[in-house]
């Protein structure tokens, strides 16, 4: 319930939430960090088997045009929301945590758990042998960590991109943009 209460508190009818409940056993994620070799934070494993799993938090077209191919612009422009990877094997095989992890450590020689990534950038977070969150920015490999645990990390996440929302509607409001990719987040 922490989960939902998250959301609850930190985004608004602006934003859409796509909620995915398949069942997820416990047995499959132990089974999953004997295989990495590392066990992952407890509460993200709280998070994984919550009822209130999000697979995705994103704005709302109307509310946040997406980006045209093409466009280009700050970093930020682009970063309307998240996609939540699972451990259900009926998800999409693009969002299922044990493929995406072996792409990862494939790619990149890190022994990593890829959790979440951006919707229309490359980059992506993951926990490493340390429990600690990282985000790997594609573009090299340079990995940022995160002092938070998870329940924090996912709140000021959220957070933010409420920020970046509000930014962009009073940028649209003022008629100072045409688009995303004009809107500079201050």
């Known amino acids: 319930m922490k989960i939902k209460n998250i959301i609850d508190r930190c985004i608004d009818d602006e934003i859409e939430v796509e909620y995915y409940s398949k069942n997820i056993s416990l047995e499959s994620i132990k089974a999953f960090e004997k295989k990495i070799g590392f066990s992952l934070p407890k509460e993200y494993i709280e998070f994984c088997m919550s009822k209130y799993v999000p697979i995705s938090i994103i ?28 451990f259900s ?27 979440m990534n951006e919707t229309t950038s490359s980059d992506a977070y993951c926990f490493l042998e340390d429990q600690k969150i990282y985000q790997l920015a594609q573009s090299g490999y340079e990995l940022r960590d995160y002092e938070e645990n998870f329940l924090e990390f996912f709140e000021i996440e959220l957070k933010d991109l409420m920020r970046r929302k509000e930014a962009y509607k009073k940028r649209k409001k003022d008629k100072s943009i045409s688009s995303p990719m004009s809107v500079r987040y201050d």
């Open 59 to 86: 704005v709302k077209e109307d509310v946040w045009e997406p980006a045209d191919c093409g466009d280009m612009g700050p970093a930020w422009t682009f970063m309307n929301g998240f996609f939540f990877n699972s």
């Open 89 to 115: 094997t009926s998800i999409h095989e693009d969002f299922y945590i044990p493929t995406l992890s072996n792409e990862f450590k494939d790619s990149s020689d890190i022994n990593g758990v890829v959790f």
